[in-house]
């Protein structure tokens, strides 16, 4: 008899295909909550969801025999782990399978950002380019010699500044201790990170000692010349405090893949023009999205044949 797996939010139609082979796969579920729980769930022995949804002791208590937990992506803020661990539970992600992906998804902002491009393409569109005319767009500093500061110097944060070093930029870098070995200038807070660079950019975890570290200190001191570029979670920046920064000239401009309150996405930055805004689509790479479902597969794979997770989370 195949093991039972629950699948909370519906998965890629390729990756259920894989799982279905070997496994017995149940769900998607309306809400990550008990009362929706479906047919099945007392013989669940794996749990696959994404970290933005709930995973709380609740749910788990409700699966008698459940003994791991998959999160699809990086991210695992929804889970409560110190629950999942007193229950004997095991917790996986994604590591840095969407690593690469999510980096260069990353420069494409900061070019987008920092280079006009949107607004480029709005200026074509409303056909107001008319060649040398005396109308033009406002002149931008560009990359090369900008100092880039990044929260965060994971395995995104790592590969964001080796594709930015290319570009000419300099970069510093704040992490909860210094990386050693590395040739980028290290600095002990956020604020004193943000006071040095000209481009801010969040790629730290989404976890509650982050929440809102970006806060209008940390926007003041990036200064009115100085751009915010966030590709890790929504609730690393105040949103609120942003949108004051904006609006006031207090930063230059922001270009933002996620959002506080998803899929919610404050009125005020969708009006502003010195803001990019994009879907949470940062990995939605097929090179990114194999390695994810390959990494589940193989974690599951190891699990239910006793071997070591290739890519645990110790809480």
């Not at 590395?182 to 969040?202: G, I, Q």
């Not at 239910?304 to 989370?313: D, E, N, T, W, Y």
Request: proline fraction near 6%; glycine fraction near 10%; hydrophobic fraction near 45%.
């Amino acid at each position: 008899m195949k093991p039972t797996i629950l699948m909370v939010p519906r998965m890629p139609a390729g990756l259920i295909e894989a799982l279905s082979a070997h496994y017995d796969v149940i769900g998607p579920m309306q809400r990550s909550v008990p009362e929706f729980l479906p047919e099945g769930k007392e013989r669940a022995e794996a749990l696959l969801t994404i970290g933005t949804q709930k995973t709380d002791a609740a749910l788990i208590d409700a699966l008698p025999k459940l003994r791991l937990i998959c999160c699809y992506g990086t991210g695992i803020e929804g889970v409560d782990q110190a629950h999942a661990k007193a229950r004997g539970i095991r917790l996986t992600n994604a590591a840095d399978a969407n690593a690469d992906g999510v980096a260069e998804f990353a420069m494409g902002l900061l070019l987008a950002i920092g280079r006009q491009i949107p607004q480029g393409d709005r200026y074509v569109r409303a056909g107001r380019w008319k060649g040398n005319a005396i109308e033009r767009m406002p002149m931008v500093r560009g990359l090369a010699g900008c100092r880039l500061g990044i929260y965060g110097l994971g395995a995104i944060g790592s590969r964001i500044a080796r594709h930015a070093s290319g570009f000419g930029m300099e970069i510093g870098y704040h992490n909860r201790s210094p990386r050693p070995g590395l040739p980028y200038a290290y600095h002990d807070s956020l604020l004193s990170l943000a006071e040095w660079a000209d481009v801010l950019m969040v790629a730290v975890r989404a976890s509650a000692e982050n929440r809102h570290a970006v806060d209008a200190e940390v926007m003041k001191a990036l200064g009115a010349a100085g751009y915010l570029v966030n590709i890790s979670r929504g609730i690393a920046i105040d949103e609120t405090a942003l949108c004051d920064a904006l609006e006031a000239g207090v930063i230059a401009g922001a270009a933002l893949d996620v959002y506080e309150h998803e899929p919610v996405v404050p009125d005020r930055l969708k009006v502003l023009d010195n803001v990019v805004l994009t879907p949470h689509i940062a990995a939605f790479a097929e090179t990114a999205q194999q390695a994810q479902q390959e990494l589940l597969l193989r974690n599951l794979e190891a699990f239910f044949a006793g071997k070591p997770l290739i890519s645990p989370v110790v809480p």
